[in-house]
């Protein structure tokens, strides 16, 4: 059974930092491209950030740009996303996800996902 387990979310002040993880379980973490889309209350699910399953590869969007940090770990099934500079629009439902198409925007092309973890940015 597949399962990716979110953690790291929390409150912080505008300008802070989190460090997201997902840990994976029951399947070949290295052959997936893993990615994190963010979900904000009244919202579509939006991508944040993918890496392919090297990790040589990273793809973001532009409102993350320069800020957030994604990153993977084969030996230990995770994937992490690092962010700085943390804006008040930064709030949302985070998900991690795991999919074999590359690198891709869409959430329909990814296969398994997370629980999500809340990150809330103060003003």
């Known amino acids: 059974q597949v399962q990716l387990v979110d953690s790291g979310g929390g409150l912080v002040q505008a300008g802070g930092s989190l460090r997201l993880s997902c840990a994976a379980s029951?399947?070949?973490?290295?052959?997936?491209?893993m990615g994190w889309f963010h979900q904000a209350p009244g919202k579509e699910r939006e991508f944040v950030a993918a890496i392919s399953w090297s990790g040589r590869i990273t793809y973001y969007a532009d409102s993350v740009k320069g800020r957030f940090t994604i990153s993977r770990d084969n030996a230990k099934n995770t994937v992490y996303l690092q962010m700085n500079s943390l804006k008040p629009e930064d709030t949302a439902v985070y998900y991690c996800?795991?999919?074999?198409?590359?690198?891709?925007?869409?959430?329909?092309?990814?296969?398994?996902w997370g629980q999500g973890t809340q990150v809330t940015v103060s003003s």
């Open positions: 029951g399947l070949t973490f290295s052959s997936y491209a």
């Open positions: 996800a795991a999919g074999k198409g590359g690198l891709r925007t869409e959430p329909s092309r990814y296969d398994y």
